[in-house]
DNA sequence: CATTTCTTGTGAAAAAAGTAACAAATGGGC
DNA sequence: GCCCATTTGTTACTTTTTTCACAAGAAATG
């Protein structure tokens, strides 16, 4: 039952790498293929062999010697890790061009993440729909992720109002949260926080062109 | 002059803290802020003195001891640093919900790129424009790229084209992408790619979620 | 059923990154 | 001009993460 060895701490970046194994899973299980091996599976994703089988060696054997591993089995066997076993629905905030870009995206469903509301402060969004989930005005947010006991969410809200909106949303009960807002959000440290900053990671792709350098 | 040690090399990490630095910095400049220690600019980061000090150390000795930063002199420093101190056009190819939403995304300016010019392979968006910029149809991808010289592309085409686009791009001078889509790209390695996988990222927030464990 | 060929799981080694601690500057007050 | 409070830059240390290397398990072959 998802036995860990407590001994060892689990690297954070494992953690992330999961999710990337569980998608190429995914891959081959559409292509009906059954069993695959460390080798063959790192071919489509950006590490070794003895990555990917150390970091599922931190939650258990899961593969056969001498054979490789069961492309169905170890999907479950991922998602039971991760939690997306079951359906997550996620609320998100603010449906700017960003927001409204989000609701119809069909990548959190590959991980059973379903946007289940929609908040936005410009009163005259609320009502409209967007891939089938309404806006609603901001003022009901608090009530509603409270009752409809929501744990996750996008926060896609402009700057300067993402540290009192992200408060806000801990204090309705708010566990976990993705930013999209370039800020850092100053939150209780059992609320996890994580970043997706598309500029900054441009930055960085710049200096490495300008330098020349291999990216590998 | 952006002189660096050479006998260190630099953590990739520390060039991605570099963008956020410039935009803290860069706000501390909007509120008239002159000078700034590594203590206190810190309280705006999701890290500690000790790093900031350090990751501008490998790029030289910006500070003076017992002030601390001047900001605006620090914000050109990174600037020149990440290369961001000049206007980097770039492409978006793949104007579907994301890419259109990029279009129309300012927080690019702030490290001096603009997107220049967009492709879609659907024909019939060639001509309709978001945020100043008309969508091109795909047919006329390479020469464009080519004639406008660009060199980052930012890829937001479903999963399933994105190896080959990304091979396209290459073929025409782009040598770094930022990709959006879904999968791993193989591409030579002097081409710089970075990757902003939303999905993933909430894969591991849901796993944080679930352990309860603090994200600090 | 012994042998060969695979391929995993893992402990040990290596590399990388982050943290701490402190000597060396800096400026202000007196 | 000397002392004191600051704050940097850097070296040394600690922790984390990655990579290596190989023993052990599994199937296939004759």
Redesign the interface.
Known sequence: MGRKKNKDIIP?EA??R???Y??ALKWLSRKKIKVVSSDEITK???TIPAQFRKDLSYFGGFGKRGVGYNVEALIREIEK????NMV?D?ALIGAG??G???L??A??M??N?KIAIAFDNDRSKAGRVFGNIRIEPISRMKKEIREKKI??ALLTVPAQYAQKISEDLVQCGI??I?NFA?V?LHLA??????H???????????????H?S???
Chains 1, 2 share one sequence.
């Open positions: 954070h953690i992330r999961l999710s990337l569980l998608r489509y994703l950006n890790i991760l939690g997306t997550w996620i061009k960003l409204t870009a989000l119809g995206y990548g959190f590959e991980f993440l744990k996750i566990k976990a993705l370039p850092n440290n059992d609320i996890h926080v994580a997706v900053d598309m500029a900054s990671e441009l930055g960085s792709l710049v200096y490495r062109l300008k020349k291999s990216h590998k």
